[in-house]
């Protein structure tokens, strides 16, 4: 694929998520995020957000569009337990995303409220299409991550109804995981989402969870982090999850 040295985006995304085809008709708006100018994706076939997000982040970073070969990169499935519309979990995730944008594709899910309650009834032999699509997703990822806050001293309940919706299934056997709990405190949430998560068998390493607690005063409304170690924290989480998924592959 040819090179793109333009400061603006060029480029668009194809409808397929297997790939990425570089179409020029797609020309969309621009805004800060993190400091940086992006520009943010339109256009009639972007599969999500993210992806266009990727995309153009990184013609704005003057890199080459073949860096971006989604075939190369690992999918990673992302789910938000918290139920709030502006979730410092989801502006963390942000920052998680554009931290590792060049290594996986990401699949973010912040939709846990849309999901049905959960039924024993239903659960193996009948499932509901939202579920099996759910299922879908965690199954065909090479990775996930949770990022949640403490609800009453545990995970919310639309986080712990999903998971319950999969325990019937062996979706999350094997799977490698990061586990961010982003909250006032968190930490018996904290410790609850590993039980539980080390239940459903997933794999993860003390390196691959992470606690930060008093998240609202260390994270803006922009969503920049404002807090040092947290930052390192978060480096220091990547690179072992990085890591965990590298291992599991092999
Ligand atoms: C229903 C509810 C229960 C909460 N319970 C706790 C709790 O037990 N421990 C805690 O640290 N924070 C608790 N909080 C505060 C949240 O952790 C805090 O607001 C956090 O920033 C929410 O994350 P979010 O912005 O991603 O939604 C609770 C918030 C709500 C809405």
Redesign the pocket.
Known sequence: MPAYNSTFAIGGVSPSADSFVVKVEYIIMFCNFNQRQIAMGGGRSFPNRFNAWTLVASITDNLRIDNLTMAEKKNIFVIIG???Q?????KLVDNFANLIKFDFNLTIFSDLKKLPHFDPELSSDNPPKLIVEFRELISKADGILIST?????SIPSGLKNAIEWCVSTTVFSDKPIGLLT?????Q??HEELQLIMKTVMTKFTDETTLLIQG??GKINEQGEITDTKTTDDLTKFINAFKTLIKNASH
């Open positions: 918290s139920a709030s502006n979730s410092a979990n989801q806050p403490e609800y009453v001293f982003a909250s006032a405190h968190g018996k949430g998240i609202k």
